[in-house]
């Protein structure tokens, strides 16, 4: 007995269907078959029929021209397919018979108006039989005229058909099921690439992909498939590695700057200017590390999409000018002007804290890299129905090469150029982050020497 395996399951509802359908079709064979047979008999015994009726004649009784005909070969012996011939007064009374029916008599129905055909045996062998009234011109009958064939030939045939029917059916369904089976295995083959495929893949090695079938089918569409989603777990599994490897670089770098700093302090007696500086420089190096700390369980949380987004009133204008005066000592420090440039007051639904940090990071490294005496505008405007949000500076600007890679995490433009800009090159991978998951579309245009512009859509954003 075979497993149900989707190669056996795909040739059982094969053979289960086709089964249904040779048997109708054994079934129409043998209908047509049986029809055309007993068609055939009724046209002999009609046929035997005129040609007598054409002989029969009525003096002061029923007679019958040519009664050598009787003794031909048909109406005389009982083995070859033979033909009954009996000739009867309207009482049944027997006239004329063939040879063949020696001292049996044909059946009669008394008193019949119209031809009848019956069906019965006559010295065990099955015959058809018609009976036909004679009537003269007055309508009365003077008699009756049988006529018979024997049905043991046209029912051997039908016999051997039902025999030879039911002897194929179950052989063409066997032969079917397996050759199902042969089809069904060739069929799901890529299904057995992919699973040997799965198997070979581990997680040191995510190069392995499932060979596309040549036929553009389902299988194919599975195929190709789950190989992207094999190319993504790959860029996950890999966006992963190298993230615990920058993450780790980062995370060691103050530690070592604050470990070289104590170990510095402890080897002789020092001043207490020397102290305070030796410790004011460590407690920035752990105020840095402090903010990679909350950088990176930021990026986890979203990343894992365990923070739920709240739908809530968001006044846009309140949060930017929040922000510009949280920035003020520093911007003023470096001679930096902040403006916010609107419209109007700008409403929405949307989530009021992820908005802040995405316009925090935003000015803060729009902060970090402009010049003294700039300016760095934020533009708040409607344009076609859509709102827009735009942090303008006069910096560094961003280069051509590094323009595709300054959203990815840790990464610094011109850090060899600017040693003296601190960060965790973690700001704009939080934003670009956030900013799909709120819907928003951004883009940036910058040119190296005069400044950058970050814009920001708010895609079907909800105003109010």
Known sequence: MFEFSLKNRIAFYYIIMTALLIAAVFVGIYSIVSF??????????????????????????VHLRGREELRQREHNEVSVNPKFLELTDADGVVLESSENLKVYRLNFEANAQKPVFTEWRLSGQLIRQIQKPLVINSGKIVGYLNVAVSLEEARAVMTKLQQNLLVIYPIALIFLFVAARFIAGQSIMPIRNIIRTSNAITQENLDERIELPKNKDELYTLSDTINKLLDRIQSAVER?????????????????????TLEVLIRKPRTREEYEDKIRHSISEVDRLNTLVEELLLLARFENQQRNMLNEEVYLNGIIQEIILRFA????????????????????LSDNYLLSIIFSNLLSNSLKYSQEYTTIKVRLFEYNQELFCQVIDEGFGISVQDMDKIFEMFYRSNENNHPEIKGTGLGLSIVKRLSVMLNISLNVHSTEGE?????????????L
């Open 451 to 463: 400044g950058t512009t970050f814009t920001l859509k708010f895609n079907n954003a909800k105003r």
């Open 36 to 61: 055309t047979v007993n068609k055939r008999v009724n046209d002999d015994i009609n046929y035997e029929l005129k040609e007598y009726m054409n002989k029969v004649y009525f003096n002061t009784s």
């Open 240 to 260: 992963e590695k190298r993230f615990t490897s920058d993450a780790s670089h980062e995370l060691r770098t103050p530690l070592a700057v604050i470990k070289g």
């Open 329 to 348: 000592p520093k911007s003023n420090s470096q001679h930096i002007e902040m403006v916010l440039d609107a419209e109007t007051d700008f409403y929405l």
